[in-house]
């Protein structure tokens, strides 16, 4: 019978048998997104209720309550303009010290790359203290600036220096000289040539950068009390009843809006790899 | 244009002198090729030249503006690079016209530049294309295009043609020449390649260890090298270096003379009795339109024979015979007694 298939007709096949495989490993990933959203559009009851992925009926209300019960609008734009400016100042920054200890010469460049991955090593939980007293002493406390401030010059910073200046290392040092021939200065290399060519590893910056700071937790439950000031992370373990059990039906819908800034970012970050893949064919 | 002055100039990379004091004056417009072995620092002098490297000691003129510390970009060089170093984020036009866009050349004198670069160049349908969408060649025009539009004094070449296929390179060189001869710059260029070197150069210059072993015109290299390792470095196959010994019965030798170099091309095989030296063939290869042929000296040298038409067989004895006008001689520090020291 099989024999009998015709190599186009065997490539369909095989096709279709690949496309069911990966949907059946997908269903632990999807699964639990999926019953985020129909949770969120659920009552209270209904949630502990029949388990089912279709609601008996779709309460859109709840969207509507997530922004009553608390300022989520306010805590929704905090959590954005500090993940977008967090993204931008680390991939600026870690572009430029990427790039200073990929090419340029100076004294301790080594030390200060080996300073950078054991920093790494170092857990947020034991910087936390010495940075709450940091905070405090500059009299930061309660402002958004810590969310900011430990991200780009702390873990997120490093990680991206790092990605950056292996990614430069690898970049043809012809090219450079190319760009100085036409006339470009050292600043001028960096930010016409290596880094439109560097569109893959900024991407990957970009991403988990605006990950970790949207999904930062720890730092703002240290550091913000006025509830205005709230970043999502914290905004979505507030949704509670007054004894302090999370009402799920608000969680899961405030969630789902959560989840969407990040599909976006995602999209926008993948297109930019596989554009510039395509892109690198620097042959010889 | 421009003419180029070097005066004792050296490099060092922490404690390796890589240029140990070249001086070479290039007069305007001339074609000049370095040649000489891996890592003897071809490179290392163009982009001294180019300004990519800085210059350790010594004396660098490019017209009569010394450019030790002039920028790269304000020397009036332009280098193309062996591996082409074309943007890959920018298509053919706005490689070419990027030097010029970030010296604020207004953007209608770029276009037009860049327009006749590519006609020049036979790129004009090939400018709204990507580097990753060109050919090995095409991009080595583009290279070449680059350039050009900069109306530099002087272009620098580093190995522009050895990532290209041998006929494209055969097809590229004689475009070079030909360019060379329709915009009348000074050109340096560096290769491998000795039969690029003879047919581009107004002038070799032969580096080894980072000094220069003598400068001329591929005639004089190849005629009257200074010693046995230009003897050797110029001419393929390369030439056969004999104790003066074994080479006696190729004819008088002047005082001091220990080695006789004579090039393959240049002997010819007889009947046994009737060579000046005798030998025995130990390979034959043929190459088409001639043959290659070791012979084993009876002195007990190995001598290599470059022979038209027919070869002997290995295993055949043969004589071989020299014409005086061709023999070369060297003291015992390899340098070689001129004839016309010898005719004093
Ligand atoms: N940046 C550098 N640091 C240290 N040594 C270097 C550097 N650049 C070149 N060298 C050394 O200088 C010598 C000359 O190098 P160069 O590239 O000029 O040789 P080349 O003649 O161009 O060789 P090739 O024909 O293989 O291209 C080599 O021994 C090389 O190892
Ligand atoms: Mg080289």
């Given at each position: 019978m099989i024999g009998s298939l015709t190599q186009r007709q065997l490539r369909a096949v095989k096709q279709i048998c690949w496309t069911l495989a990966l949907c059946v490993v997908a269903i632990p990933f999807v699964f639990p997104f999926l019953w985020m959203i129909s949770s969120g559009l659920k009552g209270p009851s209904e949630i502990f209720g029949?388990?089912?992925?279709?609601?008996?009926?779709?309460?859109?209300n709840n969207y509507l309550e997530v922004f009553n019960y608390q300022p989520f609008a306010r805590q929704y734009f905090n959590s954005l303009y500090i993940a977008v400016t967090v993204t931008l100042l680390t991939l600026f920054i870690s572009s430029l010290a990427g790039y200073a200890l990929a090419r340029l010469r100076f004294a301790g460049a080594a030390l200060v790359a080996l300073f950078l991955v054991s920093a790494?090593?170092?857990?947020e939980e034991v910087t936390i203290i010495p940075n709450f007293f940091l905070i405090r002493w500059l009299g930061?406390?309660?402002?958004?600036w810590p969310l900011i401030l430990l991200p780009v010059f702390g873990s997120q910073g490093i990680v991206g220096t790092f990605l950056m200046r292996q990614y430069f290392l690898a970049l043809p040092k012809e090219l450079e000289d190319a760009g100085k021939m036409d006339g470009l200065s050292r600043f001028g290399v960096w930010w016409r040539i290596a880094l439109p060519m560097s569109r893959p590893a900024l991407a990957a910056v970009a991403i988990i950068t605006f990950l970790n700071s949207w999904n930062l937790f720890l730092e703002p439950l240290i550091f913000i009390s006025s509830l205005e000031k709230f970043t999502l992370p914290l905004a979505l373990s507030n949704f509670t009843d007054p004894y302090g059990s999370p009402l799920w039906h608000l969680q899961l819908a405030a969630t789902t809006l959560a989840v969407l800034p990040i599909l976006m970012v995602y999209l926008i970050a993948q297109r930019q790899i596989i554009e510039s893949f395509a892109l690198s064919g620097v042959k010889g | 244009m421009s003419s180029l002055t070097l005066r004792n100039l050296k490099k060092r990379f922490g404690r390796v002198d890589v240029i140990r004091g070249v001086t070479l004056d290039v007069a305007d417009g001339e074609f000049v090729v370095f040649v000489g072995p891996?890592?003897?620092g071809k490179s290392t002098l163009l982009r001294m030249i180019s300004g990519l490297e800085d210059v350790t000691d010594g004396e660098l003129r490019i017209g009569n503006r010394v450019?030790?510390?002039?920028q790269p970009a304000k020397r009036g060089v332009a280098m193309v690079f062996q591996s082409y170093a074309?943007?890959?984020?920018?298509?053919v036009r706005d490689n070419m016209g990027f030097g010029l866009k970030v010296r604020k050349v207004p953007a209608a004198e770029r276009q037009q530049r860049v327009s006749e670069a590519a006609a020049l160049l036979k790129l004009d349908a090939l400018?709204?294309?990507?580097?990753?969408?060109?050919?090995g060649g095409q991009r080595q025009r583009v290279a070449i295009g680059r350039a050009i539009v900069g109306h530099p004094d002087v272009f620098l070449f580093d190995e522009?043609?050895?990532?290209?296929d041998a006929e494209l390179r055969v097809h590229m060189r004689s475009e070079i020449a030909a360019l060379h001869k329709r915009l009348g710059n000074t050109m340096i260029y560096v290769t491998h390649d000795q039969v690029e070197a003879m047919t581009l150069a107004d002038k070799i210059v032969v580096l080894r260890d980072g000094r220069i072993e003598q400068v001329g015109s591929p005639r004089e290299l190849y005629e009257?090298?200074?010693?046995i390792f230009v003897a050797q470095f110029i001419g393929s196959p390369k030439m056969n270096i004999l104790p003066a010994g074994s080479a006696a019965g190729f004819g008088a030798q002047p005082a001091g003379a220990v080695s006789v170099g004579v090039r393959p091309e240049h002997l010819s095989l007889v009947a046994p009795e009737k060579g000046q030296i005798g030998g025995k063939v130990v390979i034959s290869e043929y190459t088409g339109a001639s043959s290659l042929l070791h012979i084993r000296l009876d002195s007990g040298e190995t001598c290599l024979v470059v022979v038209d038409g027919d070869a002997p067989e290995a295993d055949m004895k043969v004589g071989l015979l020299a014409g005086t006008d061709n023999l070369h001689h060297f003291d015992t520090d390899g340098m070689a007694l001129r004839k016309s020291r010898l005719l004093m």
């Open positions: 029949q388990p089912s992925l279709i609601p008996t009926s779709f309460r859109w790494l090593m170092v857990p930061l406390s309660d402002t958004h | 891996s890592g003897c450019v030790n510390e002039v074309l943007y890959p984020h920018l298509n400018l709204d294309r990507f580097p990753r969408e060109l050919s522009p043609l050895s990532n290209l009257q090298p200074d010693n």
